[in-house]
């Protein structure tokens, strides 16, 4: 399995993974420029992705979906609820509705249902043989039914949005901070770190923290938080890697 996150953070969203058959975007959230000069960049043709999976409809995660698609014919699966907030969307003959599990061959993708302010989200655990990658971004929570589902996979893509101090004595106002906050918002970084405890396992390979916030954020405090966290709760795993808006990740490979 090969992952890249192409781009993450409030600006725009976008992961590539491709496994021995496979190629598929995560979300489409930067322009059509940057996101095929990226997969250029890590040797990859865009008219070679073949799936693009939605995991909601914020434009951070959609803004490029409609010439993506246009121009490379490439296949989109949403919900039926995404498929109702995208009216602009004109190509249908190109969408598949998913609902719980998308498989492609013998690539699995399980949908889990998550916490934000939007008609629908998802997060995916993404599968082929015995390649395994979690993608959890965008969500005020995650559920404990999830958990067991979630464990000791190979690859943790995984939100850690904002230090909570740092949210709380920054410039947002303060229905914002309420937002970002809630339960229908973003993970801090303390969050990432405890539900991360129960998660890693002796499979986990690589932990890459996601969409962290410019503002409300540091790399430095993001990377300290799960160090903390994990040397409290006995668990000896250093992997860890912090996603950024511009630039690619180091490529994940197996």
């Known amino acids: 399995m090969k992952i890249c996150v192409l781009a993450s953070g409030s600006e725009g969203n976008s992961t590539f993974l491709s ?37 909601h409809t914020h434009n951070d995660h959609i803004s490029s979906l409609e010439r993506f698609i246009k121009k490379y014919h490439t296949k989109v699966y949403m919900t039926q609820k995404m498929f109702y907030d995208l009216e602009n969307l004109e190509q249908y003959e190109n969408i598949i509705i998913y609902e719980e599990d998308i498989k492609i061959d013998n690539l699995k993708i399980h949908s889990i249902k998550t916490s934000h302010d939007v008609s629908d989200s998802r997060n995916f655990i993404i599968e082929e043989k015995n390649d395994s990658a979690v993608y959890l971004t965008d969500t005020g929570y995650l559920n404990r039914k999830y958990f067991e589902l979630l464990k000791n996979k190979n690859y943790y893509l995984f939100e850690s949005n904002h230090d909570i ?7 947002y106002p303060k229905w914002l901070k309420t937002r970002v906050l809630g339960t229908y918002g973003h993970l801090s970084n303390k969050d990432a770190s405890f539900y991360l405890t129960k998660l890693v396992g002796e499979n986990t390979k690589k932990i890459v923290l996601m969409h962290l916030s410019h503002k409300n954020n540091t790399e430095e405090k993001a990377l300290q938080m799960i160090h903390d966290t994990f040397k409290e709760y006995q668990i000896d795993f250093e992997n860890i890697t912090c996603a950024r808006q511009n630039e690619v990740t180091k490529v994940c490979n197996d």
Do not use: F, W
């Open 165 to 171: 101090a740092m949210l709380m004595n920054g410039p």
């Open 19 to 55: 496994t021995g058959q496979h190629k598929i975007l995560i979300d489409m959230g930067k322009n059509m420029k940057y996101i095929t000069e990226k997969l250029k960049e890590i040797g990859e043709d865009p008219a070679s992705i073949e799936a693009i999976i939605i995991s």
